[in-house]
Protein backbone atom coordinates (compact mmCIF):
# COMPACT_ATOMS: atom_id res chain seq x y z
CA UNK A 1 0.00 0.00 0.00
CA UNK A 2 1.23 3.40 -0.82
CA UNK A 3 0.24 6.78 -0.21
CA UNK A 4 -2.92 6.67 -2.77
CA UNK A 5 -4.73 4.16 -0.84
CA UNK A 6 -3.42 5.85 2.31
CA UNK A 7 -5.30 9.29 1.49
CA UNK A 8 -8.06 7.24 -0.68
CA UNK A 9 -6.37 9.96 -3.92
CA UNK A 10 -8.98 9.76 -7.08
CA UNK A 11 -8.78 11.83 -10.21
CA UNK A 12 -11.62 12.73 -12.65
CA UNK A 13 -11.32 13.68 -15.86
CA UNK A 14 -11.84 17.50 -16.36
CA UNK A 15 -15.30 18.38 -17.87
CA UNK A 16 -15.39 20.96 -21.13
CA UNK A 17 -15.44 24.06 -18.87
CA UNK A 18 -12.59 22.87 -16.65
CA UNK A 19 -10.69 22.46 -19.83
CA UNK A 20 -11.15 26.28 -20.40
CA UNK A 21 -9.98 26.87 -17.42
CA UNK A 22 -7.43 24.71 -17.61
CA UNK A 23 -6.60 26.48 -20.99
CA UNK A 24 -6.68 29.97 -19.27
CA UNK A 25 -4.49 29.12 -16.09
CA UNK A 26 -2.09 28.18 -18.75
CA UNK A 27 -1.51 31.27 -20.41
CA UNK A 28 0.86 33.88 -18.53
CA UNK A 29 -2.20 36.03 -17.94
CA UNK A 30 -3.67 33.27 -15.88
CA UNK A 31 -1.43 31.64 -14.25
CA UNK A 32 0.18 35.07 -13.03
CA UNK A 33 -3.73 35.88 -11.86
CA UNK A 34 -4.11 32.41 -9.97
CA UNK A 35 -0.53 32.61 -8.75
CA UNK A 36 -1.50 35.43 -7.04
CA UNK A 37 -5.60 34.44 -6.07
CA UNK A 38 -5.98 30.72 -6.01
CA UNK A 39 -4.22 29.48 -2.96
CA UNK A 40 -5.84 32.16 -0.36
CA UNK A 41 -9.37 31.07 -2.14
CA UNK A 42 -8.46 27.36 -1.87
CA UNK A 43 -7.55 27.79 2.09
CA UNK A 44 -10.69 28.93 2.79
CA UNK A 45 -12.80 27.02 0.68
CA UNK A 46 -10.83 23.66 1.86
CA UNK A 47 -11.64 24.61 5.61
CA UNK A 48 -15.48 25.85 5.10
CA UNK A 49 -16.07 22.72 3.09
CA UNK A 50 -14.25 20.45 5.47
CA UNK A 51 -11.60 18.99 3.16
CA UNK A 52 -14.41 18.22 0.46
CA UNK A 53 -13.74 20.66 -1.90
CA UNK A 54 -11.14 22.95 -3.40
CA UNK A 55 -11.34 25.90 -6.01
CA UNK A 56 -8.84 24.08 -8.38
CA UNK A 57 -10.90 21.17 -7.89
CA UNK A 58 -14.28 22.92 -8.69
CA UNK A 59 -12.74 25.69 -11.29
CA UNK A 60 -10.14 23.22 -13.43
CA UNK A 61 -11.20 19.66 -12.85
CA UNK A 62 -7.70 19.25 -10.90
CA UNK A 63 -6.67 16.68 -7.97
CA UNK A 64 -5.69 18.87 -5.40
CA UNK A 65 -3.91 17.60 -2.35
CA UNK A 66 -3.33 19.45 0.97
CA UNK A 67 0.89 19.21 1.90
CA UNK A 68 1.59 20.80 5.03
CA UNK A 69 5.82 21.27 5.57
CA UNK A 70 7.38 23.39 8.21
CA UNK A 71 8.72 26.43 7.30
CA UNK A 72 12.73 26.40 7.08
CA UNK A 73 13.21 29.50 8.98
CA UNK A 74 10.06 29.81 11.06
CA UNK A 75 9.60 26.43 12.06
CA UNK A 76 6.01 26.94 11.40
CA UNK A 77 3.29 24.35 9.66
CA UNK A 78 2.78 25.77 5.96
CA UNK A 79 0.08 24.17 4.02
CA UNK A 80 -0.04 24.27 -0.09
CA UNK A 81 -2.57 23.33 -2.20
CA UNK A 82 -1.05 21.27 -4.61
CA UNK A 83 -1.82 18.78 -7.77
CA UNK A 84 -1.12 15.56 -6.64
CA UNK A 85 0.15 13.22 -10.09
CA UNK A 86 -0.11 9.40 -9.29
CA UNK A 87 3.63 7.58 -9.69
CA UNK A 88 2.96 3.76 -9.37
CA UNK A 89 1.51 3.81 -5.51
CA UNK A 90 2.70 7.34 -4.13
CA UNK A 91 2.36 10.97 -5.21
CA UNK A 92 4.39 12.83 -7.24
CA UNK A 93 4.41 17.17 -6.28
CA UNK A 94 6.16 19.49 -8.93
CA UNK A 95 7.56 22.83 -8.10
CA UNK A 96 6.73 25.27 -11.38
CA UNK A 97 5.15 28.05 -9.08
CA UNK A 98 2.34 28.32 -11.80
CA UNK A 99 5.20 29.08 -14.40
CA UNK A 100 6.85 31.78 -12.33
CA UNK A 101 10.65 32.20 -12.09
CA UNK A 102 10.97 31.43 -8.22
CA UNK A 103 10.99 28.50 -6.91
CA UNK A 104 7.91 27.85 -4.66
CA UNK A 105 8.75 28.23 -0.80
CA UNK A 106 7.10 24.72 -0.34
CA UNK A 107 10.22 23.01 -2.18
CA UNK A 108 12.88 24.86 0.37
CA UNK A 109 10.57 23.85 3.17
CA UNK A 110 11.11 20.05 1.67
CA UNK A 111 14.58 20.07 0.93
CA UNK A 112 15.29 21.20 4.61
CA UNK A 113 12.71 19.07 6.30
CA UNK A 114 11.25 16.24 4.00
CA UNK A 115 8.48 15.40 6.79
CA UNK A 116 4.87 16.66 5.58
CA UNK A 117 1.30 16.23 6.25
CA UNK A 118 -1.10 14.89 3.18
CA UNK A 119 -4.90 15.67 2.86
CA UNK A 120 -6.59 14.56 0.15
CA UNK A 121 -10.48 15.44 0.83
CA UNK A 122 -10.95 14.30 4.90
CA UNK A 123 -8.23 12.12 5.23
CA UNK A 124 -4.72 12.91 5.78
CA UNK A 125 -1.53 10.58 6.78
CA UNK A 126 2.22 11.69 7.55
CA UNK A 127 4.25 11.02 4.36
CA UNK A 128 8.04 11.51 4.07
CA UNK A 129 8.95 13.27 0.42
CA UNK A 130 12.11 12.41 -1.40
CA UNK A 131 13.53 14.13 -4.69
CA UNK A 132 12.09 12.01 -7.84
CA UNK A 133 14.74 10.24 -9.68
CA UNK A 134 15.44 11.06 -13.52
CA UNK A 135 13.04 8.33 -14.61
CA UNK A 136 10.82 9.22 -11.62
CA UNK A 137 10.81 13.39 -13.18
CA UNK A 138 9.91 11.95 -16.88
CA UNK A 139 7.09 9.77 -15.80
CA UNK A 140 6.14 12.86 -13.37
CA UNK A 141 6.05 15.23 -16.25
CA UNK A 142 4.47 13.33 -18.62
CA UNK A 143 1.69 12.37 -16.26
CA UNK A 144 1.34 15.70 -14.82
CA UNK A 145 0.72 16.98 -18.38
CA UNK A 146 -2.56 14.43 -19.17
CA UNK A 147 -4.05 16.01 -15.76
CA UNK A 148 -2.92 19.82 -16.66
CA UNK A 149 -1.40 20.56 -19.61
CA UNK A 150 -0.28 23.79 -18.55
CA UNK A 151 2.58 22.04 -17.18
CA UNK A 152 4.00 21.60 -20.84
CA UNK A 153 3.84 25.46 -20.43
CA UNK A 154 4.98 26.04 -17.57
CA UNK A 155 8.70 24.31 -18.38
CA UNK A 156 8.98 26.06 -21.76
CA UNK A 157 9.06 29.46 -19.56
CA UNK A 158 10.85 28.79 -16.54
CA UNK A 159 14.05 28.88 -17.51
CA UNK A 160 17.23 29.84 -15.36
CA UNK A 161 16.18 26.97 -12.26
CA UNK A 162 15.93 23.59 -12.31
CA UNK A 163 11.69 22.32 -11.61
CA UNK A 164 12.40 20.82 -8.47
CA UNK A 165 9.84 17.28 -7.87
CA UNK A 166 9.10 15.30 -4.83
CA UNK A 167 7.92 11.74 -4.59
CA UNK A 168 5.73 11.74 -1.88
CA UNK A 169 5.46 8.15 0.01
CA UNK A 170 3.48 7.31 3.15
CA UNK A 171 5.87 8.03 6.43
CA UNK A 172 4.30 5.12 8.52
Known amino acids: MGL??????T????????RGVQAFASTRPGA???SRTIT??????????????TAPQILAGLPIIMVTTTGRRSGEARTMPLVGVPIGDDLAIIGTNF???????????LEADPNAMVTFHDRATPAQARPATDDERAEAFGAAA????GYD?????????????????SAS
Open 153 to 169: KYQERITGRTIRIFVLG
Open 40 to 53: PIDRALFRLSKGRF
Open 99 to 109: GQTRTPAWVLN
Open 146 to 149: VIYP
Open 4 to 9: ITDIGF
Open 11 to 18: KRPANAVQ
Open 32 to 34: WAF
